[in-house]
């Protein structure tokens, strides 16, 4: 980064630690960055300064958030986008999720006995889905891109190159896995120097992944999927033992998909359709609550969480049910978030008492925000991209293909290995959901946008597996119900129930009257710390305001 990027671009926030007290949200006017990271939100802010789209600024801070951030993302993963074109009034969804590779299959994690192999899922080459996250970027900037592909690319590459300052939470993580990323020498030379976990601020370079970058900068997505990256990541992979091909490689498409949406209140909420089940969880919950007057509840009063989490409960049971790659197993959205699920789920409710685990569905440790990263961008023109990328859980699979310096994802790991085993994310599911080549895993990604007279109020998603879901969410009212400024929103403490396993998370900020409230109707409570991390920048007429959440230290910024 250069001292003119540090100097003209706007801060919003230092570290703080989650739910602290502290000044509105970020203001601008001229277009907005919010990602879980300070650089990657000034880079993509400087390129909105200097006329690039919300495309290309998504573009550029997707990719920097990879290098500076590999436990959360990169090239080596996939991701969706949400994307709003103002000029068009047209939304739609981008698809650029990993898929399985031809030799996968729906036992490769069971032993002979048909037990699940503990790791086989989220450790090494075998875990990896074919990535999308080149193919998306490039289908984002082909579309929609005012600025050459290369200068898009080029602060990432720059940065791997000659170095950053290791982030805060860069350091945090490693530290976190020092013994696993001692085991292997290609991520222990970069993040544990001397042995040790790199410390905040050092510099931190990625030579083998600029130069892949450098490819991808000059040749595009041609030079990731069937050209000189293609080949050396194959010949990793296979001398390594994994699956993914040359052919698996270069067969990889990225879809446009409708949006899933709704109206909500006189507002058009579009949202991630699956292969996530995000938007269709976060709709059928909204229409649940539609009709209450949640003010009246009270923000965060036992009142409030239970109706949250008894509707939430019975979202997460239909998502196990019924959702999968819509490409191999027919979804029904439109009856999750249609008028007969909600009035389903209203009528099961009990005010005073949750209900026995089966009234929801027929049957999920929990989550840590681990290897995704959402942000939010809007540009002075009012196109919006809410873009949320991973790598599935912190580094991935671990795995880094050879000279390419590619972090590769465990996302074979969102699928169903057995039928009612939890994934890491404590997540079960169905044949639905179960492996097949060329199939995309569930997700729960849910880059989000939010229309009033097909205008962007306010573009969200987050972090967090499962906890996505319910983070974006929670935001999203507390912004739109609620009405707090997007700082508050993303600071106020969070709830989270995914049916299995029957409990209910809540941050450590909520109130013990409240907590002994819950449990007095029959939840099994546990009180944890911030489990996600959400972004959001709310657009009100000329002026935007952008968040991101202190838990991870990120911060937006403001094209000047
Ligand atoms: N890998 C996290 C998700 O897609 O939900």
């Known amino acids: 980064m250069t001292g003119n990027v540090r100097s003209m671009l706007v801060l919003a926030l230092l570290a703080a630690p989650a739910h602290a007290k502290s000044p509105p949200a970020l203001r601008?006017?001229?277009?907005?960055?919010a990602s879980d990271n300070a650089i990657a939100s000034q880079v993509g802010a400087r390129i909105l300064a200097d006329g690039g789209d919300a495309a290309d600024a998504a573009v550029a801070t997707a990719l920097v958030l990879g290098v500076v951030q590999p436990f959360a993302s990169g090239i080596g993963g996939g991701g969706f986008?949400?994307?709003?074109r103002t000029d068009e009034k047209k939304g739609y969804a981008l698809d650029f999720r990993e898929v399985a590779p031809a030799g996968a299959s729906k036992d490769m994690y069971l032993d002979a006995a048909g037990e699940v192999i503990p790791g086989a899922s989220t450790r090494g080459?075998?875990?990896a889905g074919v990535p999308g996250e080149v193919a998306g970027l490039w289908a984002l900037h082909q579309a929609h891109g005012r600025l050459p592909w290369a200068k898009v690319v080029e602060p990432a590459l720059r940065l791997a190159r000659d170095g950053f300052p290791a982030p805060a939470l860069l350091a945090e993580r490693a530290r976190d896995k020092q013994a696993e990323l001692?085991?292997?020498?290609?991520?222990?030379?970069v993040f544990l120097p001397r042995g040790e976990p790199i410390a905040e601020g050092a510099t931190v370079k990625r030579p083998a992944l600029a130069a892949t970058l450098a490819a991808v900068a000059k040749g595009g997505a041609e030079a990731f999927y069937?050209?000189?990256v293609a080949k050396k990541l194959a010949a990793a992979i296979k001398a390594d033992g994994g699956l993914i091909t040359a052919d698996d490689l270069a067969g990889y498409a990225t879809k446009v998909r409708p949006v899933v949406?709704?109206?909500w209140r006189g507002q058009r909420i579009l949202s991630m359709p699956p292969p996530s089940s995000g938007g269709a969880v976060l709709i059928e919950v909204l229409r649940v609550l539609e009709g209450d007057d949640l003010d009246a509840m009270g923000h965060n009063s036992s009142a409030y969480i239970h109706r949250l989490a008894e509707a939430l409960k019975h979202a997460f049971a239909d998502r196990a049910r019924v959702m999968g790659d819509p490409d191999f197993t027919p979804v029904p959205v439109?009856?999750?978030i249609g008028d007969a699920a909600r009035d389903r789920v209203r009528e099961a409710f009990d005010p005073a008492h949750t209900l026995a685990r089966d009234a929801y569905g027929a049957p999920n440790g929990l989550p840590a925000d681990g290897g995704t990263s959402h942000f939010s961008v809007i540009d002075r023109w009012g196109n919006a991209v809410a873009l949320t990328t991973t790598v599935n859980t912190s580094f991935g699979s671990m795995y880094v293909a050879g000279a390419t310096g590619v972090l590769m994802n465990d996302q074979m790991d969102d699928f169903v290995s057995k039928p009612g085993v939890p994934n890491a994310y404590g997540l079960v599911g169905r044949a639905a959901n179960a492996i097949a080549p060329g199939k995309r895993p569930l997700s729960s990604m849910t880059p989000t946008i939010v229309l009033k007279d097909d205008k962007v109020v306010l573009v969200v998603g987050g972090s967090g597996g499962p906890t996505i879901i319910t983070g974006t969410l929670q935001v999203l009212l507390n912004i739109l119900a609620f009405d707090m400024d997007p700082l508050a929103a993303v600071q106020a403490p969070r709830i989270h129930h995914q049916w299995v396993p029957e409990v209910l998370l809540l941050e450590s900020e909520?109130?013990?009257?409240?907590?002994?409230?819950?449990?007095?109707?029959?939840?099994?409570v546990k009180v944890v710390d911030r489990f996600n991390a959400v972004q959001a920048i709310e657009v009100d007429g000329a002026v935007m305001r952008g968040a991101s959440d202190p838990s991870k230290l990120g911060a937006p910024a403001a094209a000047p």
């Open 28 to 33: 601008g006017t001229h277009g907005m960055v």
């Open 81 to 84: 986008a949400v994307v709003w």
């Open 125 to 127: 080459p075998r875990a």
């Open 182 to 189: 001692a085991e292997r020498p290609a991520l222990a030379a």
């Open 226 to 228: 069937r050209g000189p």
């Open 261 to 263: 949406e709704t109206t």
């Open 334 to 336: 439109d009856q999750l």
């Open 510 to 524: 909520i109130p013990m009257d409240v907590v002994d409230a819950l449990k007095a109707r029959g939840h099994q």
